[in-house]
T-cell receptor, first 110, second 113 residues
Framework: DAKTTQPPSMDCAEGRAANLPCNHS???????VYWYRQIHSQGPQYIIH???NNETNEMASLIITEDRKSSTLILPHATLRDTAVYYC???????????FGTGTSLTVIP | DTEVTQTPKHLVMGMTNKKSLKCEQH?????MYWYKQKAKKPPELMFV???????INESVPSRFSPECPNSSLLNLHLHALQPEDSALYLC????????????FGSGTRLTVV
């Protein structure tokens, strides 16, 4: 039931911006996009979410295309602690269920 | 309190044992969830509770039995498990309704021997 597509892995140099793309071409007009990350064997951690406008918080920025078919999570200054699997999730259109896609494994390199 | 607490953190059980996983939250969330996560795979939704009633069972085998005794507690009763049931079991909670984010616990690492 996952409705998102992400690259399986990415590398980023420490201190540089990490840009993680997500395709959600079947998204409906009132469905939010959520981003979570999971550091090895811990529970998923909320990062950010959005509907149509770009969003920014203390952790990251979320850029959603005008047609809402894709989005990009930006970690502005990646650190080694940002190494994790990042999941882009679109909530099920039948309720509030999160169905995880395969995510992107981000490795931040010193 | 903005946490979901899961106990125990680690559990080893035999195939004939009966054990329970516990999940607790005090955020006033009325939706609670169980997920199963195998190594190097994404979490898979197992059960959804809404207002203490089971609303979704994702075709989970009956050896997994969920229970929601009150709005703060969620249990997962385990009986006659198989080694392939070894996994990280995650609990989450949220407000009821669409487009509410989840808060996840740190999980219970289950090993069936």
């Amino acid at each position: 039931d996952a409705k998102t597509t992400q690259p399986p892995s990415m590398d980023c140099a420490e201190g540089r911006a990490a840009n993680l793309p997500c395709n959600h071409s079947t998204i409906s007009g009132n469905e939010y996009v959520y981003w979570y990350r999971q550091i090895h064997s811990q529970g998923p951690q909320y990062i950010i979410h959005g509907l149509k406008n770009n969003e920014t918080n203390e952790m990251a920025s979320l850029i959603i295309t005008e047609d809402r078919k894709s989005s990009t999570l930006i970690l502005p200054h990646a650190t080694l602690r940002d190494t994790a699997v990042y999941y882009c999730i679109v909530i099920s259109n039948t309720g509030n269920q999160f169905y995880f896609g395969t995510g992107t494994s981000l490795t931040v390199i010193p | 309190d903005t946490e979901v607490t899961q106990t125990p953190k680690h559990l080893v059980m035999g195939m004939t044992n009966k054990k329970s996983l516990k999940c607790e939250q005090h955020m006033g969330h009325r939706a609670m969830y169980w997920y199963k996560q195998k190594a190097k795979k994404p979490p898979e939704l197992m059960f959804v509770y809404s207002y203490e009633k089971l609303s979704i069972n994702e075709s989970v085998p009956s050896r997994f039995s969920p229970e929601c005794p009150n709005s703060s507690l969620l249990n997962l009763h385990l009986h006659a498990l198989q080694p392939e049931d070894s996994a990280l079991y995650l609990c989450a909670s949220s407000q009821v309704g669409r487009n509410y984010g989840y808060t996840f616990g740190s999980g219970t690492r289950l090993t069936v021997v």
